[in-house]
């Protein structure tokens, strides 16, 4: 299966995960200004914050705290630190639920979701920069084990800049899990993936 056929899927478990929230494939946050870069993300978990206006800080405030958001995100979180081993990934911050949900407060979605197979480095960064700024919780799904370390790298990456006072990004509201983990948390069965 190519990890485009892997994101229609899961897309699709995704409705049944979150009933009732507008779920969109390769979601661009941005339309209508040919002057403004509009990032598109894999899957994007609504309500849509896109409109002038008041922005939906409340809204996803409620949401992210109520079942089954919340327990998707806790388990989600839980993946995400046992794959940043601080041995191998000793930058890596393990924020807990509630630091996560309050970093990106003027999100356009509530979960952004990056799916990354081979990709580029650079590449890989921007999926991590869109989803994390997009996204109330941005998480990344590596699809392979080579995607996997990328991910960690670069969030490793991210926090060592942040220790030593250089310019950086904040990803502390990006997860990072992989294909399989992301497969158990929404219920869909596939073969499964070897991480080595």
Request: aromatic share 10%.
């Amino acid at each position: 299966m190519t990890a485009s056929e892997y994101q229609l899927n899961v897309l699709e478990n995704c409705k049944q995960i979150f009933p009732g929230h507008e779920i969109k494939s390769e979601w661009a946050a941005f339309t209508g200004n040919l002057y403004q870069y509009s990032p598109r993300v894999d899957i994007a978990v609504g309500p849509f914050n896109v409109a002038p206006g008041p922005n939906l800080v409340e809204d996803y405030n409620d949401l992210i705290i109520s079942k089954p958001i919340k327990d998707f995100l806790e388990v989600a979180i839980n993946f995400h630190i046992q794959n940043a081993n601080l041995e191998l990934y000793n930058q890596m911050v393990h924020p807990e639920f509630n630091s996560i949900i309050n970093i990106n407060q003027n999100a356009r979605c509530l979960i952004a979701i990056e799916i990354e197979n081979t990709n580029s480095k650079k590449h890989m960064m921007g999926s991590i920069i869109n989803a994390a700024s997009l996204g109330r919780v941005g998480i990344g799904i590596a699809y392979c084990a080579s995607a996997l370390r990328t991910f960690l790298r670069i969030v490793n990456y991210l926090n060592f800049l942040r220790r030593v006072g250089k310019n950086t990004y904040n990803s502390a509201n990006f997860l990072i899990l992989s294909s399989n983990q992301f497969n158990e948390l929404i219920g869909y069965e596939m073969e499964e993936v070897i991480y080595r």
